[in-house]
């Protein structure tokens, strides 16, 4: 049982308080999932330039001194240190080659996520301490997705906490358990990608990766997902521009949405919406099994 919640924004007006919101949208599901907890939050992007959300277990050591680290290896960085995770800003054509230089000299960082607009902080504990952590409040942007979980088949970790990115800007939370992630894993790392944990969920963020790397959009690749990936899923991702929702079909993991002029909504119980403006007045609906939903700025525009 894990617990998760997700806010697309369609009033600009929101935006500075998109943080806030999800925020306290994750803390009620607080009971779902005590063990660990993560919120990714799309922002403004830069022209030209990139975000790596990076977390170390030591970060007084790991992040001292990093940007000239970084620098001397030809990567012109700023930093923004948040307790044990930090955001690096670099120029975007050495996204790529950060994660090696990284890997190189602070071997034991890890990368969250990346990309042009998200930001990506997870921690063990309970979601009031990881908002507070990491002022996540303070935070304002275009959409985001939150996770607290209650782990039933690997270790409570920070690496194993939600959400997961396998690819640029895109990210996704799970509640549910895959019975085919360890033979899609086989077939994925045939294909190049790389798994930093044994999650099934970081399997079917890893698929989602995959699948959008060949020329699909967010919702063709979650189409994608009812016929490849067997077992119990609702999964709410994250992308650059787009937000999605699946449910498997039989549809067993609780889920909820509303959508008003300003918003779209998710949360794995009604509870999870109650203080979002004007929800009196939203469409509220159970999301249907096998049925994608799909929400994208690119093409509201």
């Not at 930093?79 to 670099?90: C, E, F, G, P, R």
């Not at 890890?110 to 309970?126: A, C, D, N």
């Amino acid at each position: 049982m894990c617990g998760i919640v997700g806010l697309f924004l369609k009033d600009k007006s929101l935006e500075p308080q998109l943080g806030e919101l999800l925020s306290d949208m994750l803390i009620v599901m607080t009971d779902r999932g005590p063990d660990s907890a993560g919120i990714a939050i799309y922002g403004s992007a830069a022209n030209g330039r990139a975000k790596v959300t990076v977390q170390s277990a030591n970060p007084d050591v790991d992040f001292a001194g990093l940007a000239d680290a970084l620098k001397a290896e030809g990567i012109d960085a700023s930093i923004v240190i948040k307790s044990t995770h930090a955001v690096l800003d670099i120029p975007a054509d050495k996204a790529d080659a950060v994660r090696s230089v990284l890997s190189a000299i602070r071997p034991d960082v890890r990368v969250m996520g990346s990309g042009e607009s998200v930001e990506i902080y997870k921690e063990t504990g309970l979601p009031k301490d990881v908002v507070a952590r990491f002022d996540v409040r303070s935070m304002g942007g275009t959409h985001g997705i939150g996770h607290t979980r209650m782990a039933t088949e690997s270790a409570v970790t920070t690496l194993g906490a939600h959400p997961f990115s396998t690819g640029a800007d895109q990210c996704l939370v799970h509640n549910g358990s895959l019975s085919n992630h360890n033979n899609l894993r086989r077939e994925l790392v045939r294909e190049g990608m790389t798994f930093e944990t044994q999650n099934d969920s970081e399997v079917a963020a890893a698929y989602l990766t995959a699948e959008m790397a060949k020329g699909k959009d967010l919702g063709q690749a979650l189409e994608g997902a009812l016929d490849d990936l067997d077992g119990f899923f609702t999964f709410v991702v994250g992308t650059k521009s787009g937000f999605g929702v699946v449910r498997d079909p039989i549809a067993c993991k609780p889920a909820v949405m509303a959508e008003t002029d300003q918003y779209v909504a998710f949360g794995s119980e009604y509870r999870a919406l109650v203080n979002l403006p004007g929800i009196e007045n939203a469409r509220v609906w159970e999301p249907e099994p096998a049925t994608v939903y799909f929400w994208d700025h690119e093409k509201a525009a």
